[in-house]
């Protein structure tokens, strides 16, 4: 029985790949383009684009929690159903941490990597919902400083990529630049995968012995302002980067 689970789970989750990447070409190929016939103003359109995400995410994790692959436990995330011109700022253990949280966080914008945007896949999603190329610097901190002005909230993992188990985190300074640059607080969200699944190391099919448990937590928000007027922007950046950096290993114990 205890084999047949984990073959169904390995089935399961081949599923959910695939609806996954089925529903981001339908999404980009058939409902933005309605909504762009009927939503005329470009800025209700990108929001309705962006809420259009968050519920098909929140469809995708209710779909994997239904067939048995996960469960999903939150806590303090009512606290976030008002937030707004906040950088959320989280950990990132597992392929599937930025759907989980948009799937929990309405209006939630995103800065991504330039390859995304020539996927096939997911090139027509990140394009209409106006998500943040990481390409350029400069144009990256306008783009963020126009979305965090409009009341979005901007979704960055600042190790800037998944993270290694077992392993102290390594925060880079691009989610500590938009904070400062932005003048804006970090709203932070520690995340726990148990057993580790769809980390750096593994394929989509190496899936764990047992159903996983993703856990979420929104921790209370980071005043960030002492940096604003620091006279060496450079030197602020590094400084807010270490302090987050340990702020998140002590909330995740991995500081010994």
Known sequence: MQKLNYLWRIVATGIC??????????????????????????SKRKQKARFTIHKSF??????????GILTVNKHNFSQLQALRGKVVIANHPSLIDVVAIIAYLPNANCVVKSALFKNPFLRGVVKR????????????????????SEGSNIVVFPEGTRSKS????????GAA????????????I??????????????????PHKKFVI???????????????????????????????????KELKLNG
């Open 17 to 42: 790949f695939f609806t996954f990447g089925l529903g981001a070409l339908f999404i980009s190929s058939l409902i933005f383009p309605l909504q762009a016939l009927f939503i005329k103003n470009k």
């Open 58 to 67: 929140a469809f995708f994790i209710h779909l994997m929690q239904c067939l």
């Open 129 to 148: 919902v106006g998500y943040i190329d990481n390409d350029s610097s400069e144009q990256l901190f306008i783009d963020c400083a126009n979305s965090l």
């Open 166 to 173: 077992g392993q102290p985190l390594k925060f880079k300074r």
């Open 177 to 188: 630049n938009i904070a400062i640059r932005c003048q804006t607080n970090y709203q932070p």
């Open 190 to 207: 520690t995340i726990s995968v148990v057993p580790t699944t769809l980390t750096k190391q593994e394929s989509w099919y190496d899936v």
């Open 215 to 249: 856990t979420l937590t929104a921790l209370a928000e980071i005043d960030n302002s002492k940096y604003f007027n620091h006279e060496n922007i450079s030197l602020a950046v590094r400084a807010l980067t270490r302090e987050t950096e340990q702020y998140f290993c």
